[in-house]
């Protein structure tokens, strides 16, 4: 099964690809490794403000990483051309917006893994790093970057 037949399958319609906020691209590639910028869940197409352990849940921060997984696969999508000549997602790098005593920065990132698993079966299996973070830009409550590796 394609990629986009997977996401098809999961109800997915990817958005189009984002623009940069500041001075940076979305996507950088160096021979076949490409590597995508953070990127900042939206809700109701604003982005998606909070603290996670203050006013944003671990399930909701799911959510948001999630939605950010979308996010990075359509700039994926947009970088390529064809997300079927991604042969690995190496790395993702999750930032969690988060108070000193919440310690699920693991399990909001989940969201986001668990989706590129489904999307690209086991080429979407990757090293991780989830960190909570005092603050992100516009006040998100989670950003996260990606590097993969294109055939």
Known sequence: MSVYEK?????????????????YVMSAQSGKTVFLSGHLPKKDGKVWTGKLGQDVTTAEGREAARAVAIELIATLHAHTGDLNKITRIVKVMSLVNSTLDFTEQHLVTNGASELLAEVFGDAGKHARSAFGVAQIPLGACVEIELIAEVA
């Not at 996401?7 to 001075?23: M, N, R, S, T, Y």
Request: glycine share 12%; aromatic share 0%.
């Open 7 to 23: 996401l098809k399958a999961l109800g997915i319609e990817l958005p189009v690809a984002g623009a940069p906020a500041a001075a």
